[in-house]
T-cell receptor, first 111, second 116 residues
Framework: GIQVEQSPPDLILQEGANSTLRCNFSDSVNNLQWFHQNPWGQLINLFYIPSGTKQNGRLSATTVATERYSLLYISSSQTTDSGVYFCAVAVWGSGNTPLVFGKGTRLSVIA | SAVISQKPSRDICQRGTSLTIQCQVDSQVTMMFWYRQQPGQSLTLIATANQGSEATYESGFVIDKFPISRPNLTFSTLTVSNMSPEDSSIYLC?????????????FGSGTQLSVL
């Protein structure tokens, strides 16, 4: 099955700093999503981004499908950005496969 | 996005007992997904629940241990049977939604299960 690797596994930032999280995947996909799990366990869908670039406020994401990676950018980080960021991929269409999650990047933003 | 209500939010159970987790969605959805997140780990899909048919289980998960019901298009339950401490995890219900092609996955708030 598809393998998903996320880096770095852990990241500590000072409030206001920028960061880049990476997701590598082992096969062609047509579905890629980024999630944020806050310290209380709630999972929030940040982006659906199988290719291209999207931005939402201080967050943006880019997926280069041909090179099998995606990047999540966090600018001007805030303490509320703390938590775990997951990348998940799948091939959906004929012969759907379930979303496979990476192990996540644990982000701690300190004031 | 869909609003997903999951309960209980947490429970502490004794070894050998069973717990049923409920998931209610505010709109009709074809597929509902149940995930498990063991402490400090990523998410693993347990099964996909389709209304009107038996759930489809992923490798390593069996119906006897995790029976699922899907009586209608807005509701599903997952039962964790004959629990052991290894079943201590967060269990999450999820559905597909999105602006045009139901391409995004949305999650309930999860059920934190501790087995003593």
């Amino acid at each position: 099955g598809i393998q998903v690797e996320q880096s770095p596994p852990d990241l500590i930032l000072q409030e206001g700093a920028n960061s880049t999280l990476r997701c590598n995947f082992s096969d062609s996909v047509n579905n890629l999503q980024w999630f944020h799990q806050n310290p209380w366990g709630q999972l929030i869908n940040l982006f659906y981004i199988p290719s291209g670039t999207k931005q939402n406020g201080r967050l943006s994401a880019t997926t280069v499908a041909t090179e099998r990676y995606s990047l999540l950018y966090i600018s001007s980080s805030q303490t509320t950005d703390s938590g775990v960021y997951f990348c998940a991929v799948a091939v959906w269409g004929s012969g759907n496969t379930p979303l496979v999650f990476g192990k996540g990047t644990r982000l701690s933003v300190i004031a | 996005s869909a609003v997903i209500s999951q309960k209980p939010s947490r429970d502490i159970c004794q070894r050998g007992t069973s717990l049923t987790i409920q998931c209610q969605v505010d709109s009709q959805v074809t597929m509902m997904f149940w995930y498990r997140q063991q402490p400090g780990q990523s998410l693993t899909l347990i099964a996909t629940a389709n209304q009107g048919s038996e759930a489809t289980y992923e490798s390593g998960f069996v119906i006897d241990k995790f029976p699922i019901s899907r009586p209608n298009l807005t509701f599903s339950t997952l039962t964790v049977s004959n629990m052991s401490p290894e079943d201590s995890s967060i269990y999450l219900c999820s559905v597909l939604g999105g602006s045009w092609a139901n391409e995004k996955l949305f999650f309930g708030s999860g059920t934190q299960l501790s087995v003593l």
